[in-house]
């Protein structure tokens, strides 16, 4: 079965730092892996999907990275600001995703 | 356009009386996920439909739990007999395929509690 760990679980910054949010994954014969986005009461927002023959995947701030080998990946937010503040999930499968718990960030004004 | 859309966005029911939740998907989307996020726990697959088939049924917790879809669109997720560890936020997701390299997009939930 495979089990999907975000570390840390929270995060809190002050605005403009950069974020690395940590995702590892313990089977590594993976399809994809996506990185969501889940704001209070709300559903989640896709933010990056890598597939398992790329190594990462860019779109505006955010920079994912994926090290199949070493079941990892890295979510990168340049230049944090206090909408930013959110859970964010990584999910690794198919079809079937498998989600890690979270990290709750938080952005300081 | 629309995203996928779920509702109610609220239920309360009394233990031991049967809900229904709908989802409607993204439109042209074939695949349809339900997963569940009960509180304080990760995200857990339930069931995917590919058009109106379910191949995949193995994460539905029990056979209180069903779910149907038609037209290839609307899907309906059935709870029999609720108990108080149904309590929990149900999402639903849509894919254009259920392909490996496919992004799903996720509905706003309906959050039920059982009491």
């Known amino acids: 079965k495979q089990e999907v760990t975000q570390i840390p679980a929270a995060l809190s910054v002050p605005e403009g730092e950069n974020l690395v949010l940590n995702c590892s994954f313990t089977?590594?014969?993976?399809?994809?892996l996506q990185w969501f986005r889940q704001d209070p009461g709300k559903g989640l927002t896709s933010l990056l999907l890598?597939?398992?023959?790329?190594r990462e995947q860019t779109s505006g701030r955010l920079n994912a990275s994926l090290d199949k080998s070493s079941g990892r990946s890295t979510l990168y937010i340049a230049a944090s600001q206090p909408g930013d503040s959110a859970t964010y999930l990584c999910?690794?499968?198919?079809?079937?995703?498998?989600f890690g718990a979270g990290t709750t960030v938080t952005v300081r004004a | 356009g629309a995203g996928v859309s779920q509702s109610p966005s609220n239920k309360v029911t009394e233990k031991g009386k049967d809900v229904e939740l709908r989802c409607d998907p993204i439109?042209?989307?074939?695949?349809l996920y339900w997963y569940r996020q009960r509180l304080g726990q990760g995200l857990e697959f339930l069931i995917y439909?590919?058009?109106?088939?379910?191949?995949?049924k193995s994460g539905l917790p029990s056979d209180r739990f069903s779910a149907e879809r038609t037209g290839e669109s609307v899907s309906t997720l059935t709870i029999q007999r609720t108990q108080q560890e149904d309590s929990a936020v149900y999402l639903c997701?849509?894919?254009?395929?259920?392909?490996?390299?496919?992004?799903?997009?996720f509905g706003p939930g309906t959050r039920l509690l059982v009491l």
């Open positions: 997701a849509s894919s254009l395929e259920a392909g490996r390299q496919e992004t799903q997009y």
């Open positions: 089977d590594s014969a993976i399809y994809n």
């Open positions: 890598i597939q398992s023959s790329q």
């Open positions: 439909f590919q058009g109106n088939s379910a191949p995949d």
């Open positions: 439109s042209g989307h074939t695949a």
């Open positions: 999910a690794v499968g198919d079809y079937k995703l498998s």
